[in-house]
């Protein structure tokens, strides 16, 4: 730790996220960014020579001349308190767990190891709580994961409804934008003028992070919420900005206004803790029928929150709306951001000195 902020590095720093990361990182109050991590084709050169960058405005200066440095599971850095992974799943399988043993703490947005025992899922306003997992943990590493970017939309919608009336069932049918896919992604051949159904691996996780997102810890274990999730993903030509209609039977019945009464009151559970990255509210609504869209509100404080509009009642189940979340920042950089702030403040973050 250095002048009280931790060193943080990020992995896969030239990515789509872990240029977020890099964006977000920039004078944070508590997290000095000490090192950046790629492939070996961007190894040794200067963060600004290696990246494309694509994060918006201008690339910070003082990640721009830092070396970019590769990584393996047999040479964990010696000079970072918390590293933000950004890497795809096959390569955090390794390196993540390398890391923790190593001493390390991270926080990844990768999936390898979401469903992990003893890893936090956390979307914080929602879970909090579930950081208790780590409390069982030995040695002085640790692992935090945020869940998938469109789980984050769907979870934050059901949480204030799950608390109020219960929630059994919900069809999800999402529109997800082409920065999810990475850079380069889809070919735009292929996504121009065009949607594809059907995103690898993407309908499994909305099926079953919410699950255990929601569910209770009780005993060092999280018994998952006994919710039955059908979804249904698309790849759209958008670039930032996950959208979800949902339909929702509720355990207890309720009209679509008692449902925005409960998505109003939900506020920000994290107030107290003063968390740098945490917006005013979790949850925007809108009464306006054209209400959310990607371009227009994907950004709200600085995209760390979640619109939510089109509160109606749904003939099949109970209740039926539409949210967005931005899948780079909430559901992405930013959210990992905020778990490592909520594990600093809650005492649960080990610094090596």
Not at 92 to 100: H, I, K, Q, R, Y
């Amino acid at each position: 730790m250095k002048g009280g902020r931790l060193r943080v590095g990020v992995l896969g720093a030239t990515g789509v996220v872990g240029q977020q990361f890099v964006a977000r990182l920039a004078g944070h109050p508590w997290f000095e960014l000490a090192a950046l991590f790629a492939s070996p084709r961007s190894a040794g050169r200067r963060y600004g020579e290696a990246v494309r960058w694509q994060a918006g405005g201008e690339l910070p200066v003082a990640a721009a001349r830092l070396p970019v440095r590769t990584i393996t599971p047999e040479s964990p850095p010696e000079d970072c308190d918390l590293l933000f992974s950004a890497l795809d799943a096959a390569s955090a399988e390794a390196l993540e767990p390398a890391c923790v043993a190593a001493g390390l703490a991270v926080a990844t947005n990768a999936s390898a190891h979401r469903l992990a025992r003893g890893v936090p899922l956390l979307v914080p306003e929602v879970n909090a709580a579930h950081a208790a997992l780590l409390d069982a943990r030995s040695g002085r590493g640790l692992l935090v994961a945020n869940p998938n970017c469109a789980t984050v939309g769907l979870v934050a919608v059901l949480a204030p409804l799950a608390a109020r009336f219960g929630v059994e069932a919900v069809q999800v049918t999402t529109l997800q934008a082409a920065s999810g896919a990475g850079y380069p992604g889809v070919p735009a051949l292929d996504l121009l003028g065009n949607v594809l159904p059907g995103i690898p691996g993407e309908e499994e996780k909305l099926e079953r992070e919410p699950r255990r997102i929601l569910g209770r810890l009780a005993g060092g274990e999280i018994a998952e919420a006994p919710i039955v999730v059908s979804a249904q993903t698309h790849r759209v030509p958008v670039i930032d900005g996950h959208l979800l209609a949902l339909s929702v039977r509720l355990g207890e019945r309720a009209s679509p206004e008692a449902v925005a009464r409960a998505i109003d009151e939900f506020g920000q559970p994290l107030a107290p803790l003063a968390l740098p990255s945490a917006p005013r509210r979790l949850l925007r609504r809108d009464d306006a029928a054209d209400f959310p869209q990607p371009r227009l509100h994907a950004g709200g404080e600085g995209g760390m929150t979640v619109a939510v509009g089109r509160v109606r009642r749904c003939p099949l189940l109970d209740v039926r709306l539409s949210a967005l979340v931005h899948n780079t920042v909430r559901g992405a950089a930013g959210g990992a951001i905020l778990n490592a702030e909520l594990l600093v403040r809650t005492g649960r973050l080990g610094v090596r000195r």
